[in-house]
């Protein structure tokens, strides 16, 4: 398994390394290539690149959104370049992001990215270890990442 | 009739069971296949696989929408992608998303996803079955789906 | 001349008979392909069918949108959709839509839905009949469907 | 050099009137093509026949859009369609607009409108002419189209 | 190694020439092909053309958005359609904007302008020098450009 991880030096938490320890340990013979670029907006190119020249299964983008409107759109138009890759490749592109407006703390800020970053890290183990079916018994369960599971209502 | 079904493990209510009971109703032979994502986002490569990979004929998707701007941005994300995937497969896929912030409480939310994954499961069944008459007799009637019908003015 | 008509079960008001008399008034002899969906997203893909499969000359959409936030998004999905049909294929698609919360009351939506459907379906006409010369004396008019014509400044 | 001109019926003011005799003055044996549409989403394909099948080395398209948030949105859908016009034919589409909140009467758009249509109508023919060094002593300062220049700071 | 810069006669400052002269001190040997047009709608194309027709490594281009809700829609536009240069071209173009809602002064804007452009101009070198490596000690640091560097959390 060849898997990608995009990560920025905008974010400020480094994401990429919460999320290559929870692959490693979900896979230990797992390939890791890693492409740092400057914000979310150089993110799919990156990605596209680590999916068809670098011959990676699947990535993971770890994108960090400021608080403003300017970066809600940015988000948009990053996250609207991923599906293309996906569609492009027909692979899967986990599209992680942390918003500076989704916390009140930078702590929190923190356990959000270490948590999400992890847990969307082995989604991305599952979904390329088992397909379709991999996450079947969790559908309509409320998972969350970054927060504590909703649960089913 | 090859149906797919994508649904994610984000989603607080099973609506994939809704929607795979109401085509089992309507058309008992129809073969399913189901891929179940994390989040919306992964919603579209998942589409595209099933209807060009395992040959499905249609397929309904079921998104759940957090209440937040970026859950709302993420959602014109994810749509757009369904628009290409049904533009390059020339092939429906019907987009169903329920939002967290149009119930009051989960109750009501989950009333709306059980209708409306029923509902659109069954109009899908008719776009495939009867193509663009199947459903003339209702054009202009104001029909929802996760609501009362509000009928024509 | 052959005109694909694209319609809707969301929407209140039989907006394609509206239109479609208004095609057979100004071409008796034309030949109408009529196509109803569930709602405004699942559009564009019929549109792409009747244009690509069925050899219409162009195709108008009537679309219904709710009054939320949600379908005002669903809204931009649609058209910018439709507007990928259009330059996959380079033949005009009138993207008529109605939107719940630009009248006061039912009754004003039907005159609205009414009058719209019944210009737009004109100005196909004119289109697929005189090209981009058809509409030139009405350039800069202000002219308006779904409301009076406001008229140049 | 030959040049389209794509217009609307939507407009209140007769944009390509002042286009067309800029580029007249400018370019006396300019070969102009105008395509008249009903309102900016009919614009995008307009374009794209001016240069795909008419053979035009650049376009200038006017908008006109209205104060609502609907009308937002389509000028978003639109100008999103020309950009793929754009990378489609690798021409230059220059895609003016105009919109009813940037002015407080009607005569102060109607003023808008003529200089913003000569102005960029200019632009269009420099890029023509001289390509990326046309208009390079005018780079970041500070010009507008429709309004006075603000200039350098 | 071959650098596009593409700016706008929109900016009210000379944002290219802050970003010529770091890659200039970065890269003395660099060739650089500078592309000016109006505004940030006219960016892609040129970005596009750099990259196709005159064999440039990378592009970084040089945005100035104004204030209003029209300016933020066609920022989104312009930096949509950059993403489609570079899925398309498979190379890097760094998409850099300034936004008059940032900052307080025309002084402050001309320092978030300059500083900015300085430092995305040698985040692009590299990117172009060392790949998805070169910036792997900066991910996760927080770094801004056209800001102080908010450090990481």
Redesign the interface.
């Known amino acids: 398994m060849r898997i990608g991880v995009?990560?920025?030096?905008?974010?400020?938490?480094?994401?990429?390394?919460h999320a290559i320890e929870a692959i490693k340990e979900a896979v230990p013979g797992a390939e890791i290539?890693?492409?740092?670029?400057?914000g979310i907006?150089?993110i799919?190119?990156?990605a596209?690149?680590?999916l068809?020249?670098e011959g990676c299964d699947g990535v993971i983008t770890l994108g960090w959104?400021g608080g403003?409107?300017?970066d809600?759109?940015?988000?948009?138009?990053?996250?609207?370049?991923?599906?293309?890759?996906?569609?492009?490749t027909?692979?899967?592109?986990?599209?992680v992001?942390v918003?500076e407006?989704?916390a009140e703390s930078?702590?929190e800020?923190?356990e959000i990215a270490a948590d999400r970053a992890r847990k969307?890290a082995l989604?991305l183990v599952a979904?390329l270890e088992g397909?379709?079916?991999?996450?079947?018994r969790?559908?309509?369960?409320?998972?969350?990442?970054g927060r504590i599971h909703?649960?089913?209502?």
Chains 1, 2, 3, 4, 5 share one sequence.
Do not use: C, W
């Not at 809600?72 to 492009?88: E, F, P, T």
């Not at 397909?131 to 079947?136: I, K, N």
């Open positions: 995009v990560d920025t030096t905008f974010s400020r938490v480094d994401m990429a390394r290539i890693r492409y740092t670029v400057p907006k150089d799919p190119v990156a596209l690149k680590l068809e020249d959104v403003s409107l300017t809600k759109l940015s988000y948009v138009v990053a996250s609207m370049s991923l599906q293309l890759v996906q569609l492009r027909k692979k899967h592109v986990i599209d992001t918003h407006d989704e930078p702590a800020l923190r969307h989604n979904l397909g379709g079916e991999a996450l079947r969790f559908a309509g369960k409320g998972l969350r990442q909703e649960g089913p209502i």
